[in-house]
């Protein structure tokens, strides 16, 4: 066997012992939280009764909903000098920025980096047996909460795209529980209430948690 051919081999290796590494990270059984399935899942879930409008839109002094921040461009010839949206634009406006309300999903406390809150939770079938939950980031909040449930399985990690720095961070879940009322589930719902811890590799005296209570439908294949 030649120089070259060594040095390859030895590429190769470390190639694939490092996307290995990578890979259990992902899935390492301390990351694995065991759910409790109940019968029926008590504590105050009424947040699901209130809501939002979408980021950006906002009430104007002229009592109009408007939009500022992210909004369709169009938008802005159809307000004058002092940000009342013209009556003959209205309806054009409105066609173009969602004033829809939003239900509250999930009601929750954290620390992590760059969190601010959040009130939105999504919950997607990606296969017969499993389900990607995840928080809705905004202005304020650049962190989210992902959890994948499988079967008996939970197994959470906080996803992080600072703006104070380039790179997705991720930090994964040392210990905790979640609960999952089964009617719900059985019902496409998820209704539940967690307590996750997560190892926080750049601050290690800092606890990072995140906690609460979700109510969400869950979005079918």
């Known amino acids: 066997m030649n120089k070259l051919t060594k040095h390859i081999l030895i590429l190769l290796i470390g190639f694939f012992s490092f996307g290995f590494t990578i890979y259990s990270g992902f899935n390492d059984k301390k990351s694995q939280i065991k759910i409790q399935w109940i019968d029926n899942l008590t504590g105050d879930f009424d947040f699901r009764t209130k809501w939002s409008y979408p980021e950006d839109v906002y009430r104007n002094k002229y009592g109009q909903l408007s939009c500022d921040g992210f909004c369709p461009k169009e938008t802005e010839s159809m307000k004058d000098s002092d940000g009342k949206i013209n009556p003959d634009s209205l309806i054009r406006f409105y066609r173009l920025v969602d004033t829809t309300h939003q239900f509250h999903s999930?009601?929750?406390?954290?620390?992590?980096?760059?969190?601010?809150?959040?009130?939105?939770?999504?919950?997607?079938?990606?296969?017969k047996n499993q389900i990607i939950c995840s928080t809705q980031t905004n202005?304020?909040?650049?962190?989210?909460?992902?959890?994948?449930?499988?079967?008996?399985?939970?197994?959470?990690?906080?996803?992080?795209?600072?703006i104070s720095a380039p790179g997705l961070k991720t930090y994964f879940c040392k210990g905790g529980f979640i609960k999952i009322d089964r009617d719900s589930w059985a019902k496409g719902i998820l209704k539940a209430e967690f307590n996750f811890d997560f190892n926080n590799k750049d601050e290690p005296d800092q606890k990072m948690f995140w906690k609460g209570k979700i109510y969400t439908m869950i979005e079918k294949l």
Do not use: M, V
């Not at 650049?142 to 996803?159: A, G, Q």
């Open 106 to 127: 999930i009601s929750c406390e954290a620390w992590c980096y760059e969190w601010s809150g959040t009130y939105f939770i999504t919950a997607k079938q990606t296969n």
């Open 139 to 162: 202005a304020g909040t650049h962190c989210s909460l992902i959890f994948e449930i499988n079967y008996d399985t939970c197994i959470p990690r906080i996803e992080l795209n600072p």
